[in-house]
């Protein structure tokens, strides 16, 4: 059997509107190149970009909830017909 066959495989699971859960231990490489040694059995990464702990989730994603883009595409389109006309009396 290969040496890769042998490596046990990570497990990520992403959680709706939240982080990456990564099944530790992990080995997290920042942008820098440095490595972060996460010895934690689960290790949660950001993926709203919110957070003040990155990579790492702080749960502020919980905060406010991710528009979703259905949400989005409304509020474009709101803003691109202009401000709504006012009803009542004038
Ligand atoms: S996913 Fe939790 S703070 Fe970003």
Do not use: Q, Y
């Amino acid at each position: 059997m290969s040496a890769s066959r042998d490596r046990k495989i990570p497990r990520v699971t992403p959680v709706a509107e939240g982080p990456l859960l990564v099944e530790g231990p992990a080995e997290i490489v920042l942008p820098d190149g440095s490595v972060i040694l996460c010895e934690r059995p689960v290790v949660a990464l950001c993926t709203c970009r919110r957070t003040l702990r990155a990579p790492f989730c702080d749960t502020s994603h919980r905060s406010r909830p991710r528009a979703t883009r259905a949400a989005r595409s409304n509020a474009t389109d709101a803003a691109a017909s202009g401000p709504a006309e006012e009803s009542g009396p004038s």
